[in-house]
């Protein structure tokens, strides 16, 4: 995709916003083998049963999530609170992604609004935020829905809400995504979306997004030229 084709992609209308990788590194700090080591020890002492892979398992919303569908409510609420705690620990050291702050600050010059669709918890996302001086640029934050797990992305649910409460149609927003969850999720609810391929290995699969970026200075720089495009 061209630089102006990028222009009029995510200058048209809402930004939704990943969380960990388009704005901050969320377990650069705490790492992620670390935190979901600690969510499998937690289910040990509850003494679930866990498959062999889970318990090697580095990432935590992986956890989280096969503890949604294997657990029960009350075991499943209990590692959600981990969680939780644990990405609030995790934020504090978080590391902001290059030119993901100004990427914020480029859609609100822009004027456009900017929500965050997030795995993570809507706790730890406002706190980072705020520890940023970034919580008056976000116009909605939609983290993991508590104890229910099944409804992270790719389930486009979180989407399809920040699209209505940002008063919008699907068509018009645009998602900005590190995974092939937040690529699945944007088209099942309809809303285009931008794959930041973070990783070399990444640009290739995400050849199904709208567009695919290697540096959130992209985005930051097609929104800031989009704020000064004339108007027909």
Same mark, same amino acid.
């Given at each position: 995709m061209s630089a102006d084709q990028l222009v009029s992609l995510v200058g048209s209308g809402p930004l939704l916003l990943d969380f960990d990788g388009p704005v901050c590194g969320v377990f650069a700090g705490l790492p992620a083998p670390q935190v979901a080591a600690e969510l499998v020890e937690?289910?040990?002492?509850?003494?679930v049963a866990l498959p062999n892979d889970l318990a090697t398992e580095?990432?935590?919303? +992986?956890?989280?999530?096969?503890?949604?569908?294997?657990?029960?409510?009350?075991?499943?609420?209990?590692?959600?609170?981990?969680?939780?705690?644990?990405?609030?620990?995790?934020?504090?050291?978080?590391?902001?992604?290059?030119?993901?702050?100004? =990427?914020?600050?480029?859609?609100?010059a822009?004027?456009?609004?900017?929500a965050i669709v997030s795995n993570n918890s809507s706790e730890a996302v406002s706190a980072y935020l705020a520890a940023h001086g970034l919580s008056n640029y976000i116009d909605h934050i939609f983290g993991r829905p508590y104890s229910r797990p099944e409804l992270m992305k790719p389930n486009p649910m979180m989407i399809l809400a920040a699209v209505r409460a940002l008063h919008s149609q699907a068509a018009r927003c645009v998602l900005v995504g590190d995974s092939l969850t937040d690529i699945e999720a944007a088209r099942v609810a309809g809303v285009r979306v931008v794959g930041y391929a973070n990783q070399p290995s990444k640009?290739?699969?995400?050849?199904?997004?709208?567009?695919?970026? =290697?540096?959130?200075?992209?985005?930051?720089?097609?929104?800031?030229? +989009?704020?000064?495009?004339?108007s027909n």
């Open positions: 937690l289910l040990r002492a509850q003494r580095a990432d935590p919303l +992986a956890v989280m999530r096969w503890v949604g569908y294997h657990c029960s409510h009350d075991e499943t609420t209990a590692v959600e609170d981990a969680l939780t705690a644990l990405e609030l620990r995790a934020v504090a050291t978080a590391t902001p992604t290059p030119f993901g702050h100004e =990427t914020i600050l480029a859609v609100r822009a004027g456009l609004p900017v640009v290739v699969r995400f050849g199904i997004a709208d567009a695919v970026v =290697t540096s959130m200075a992209d985005v930051a720089r097609a929104l800031s030229r +989009a704020k000064n495009r004339p």
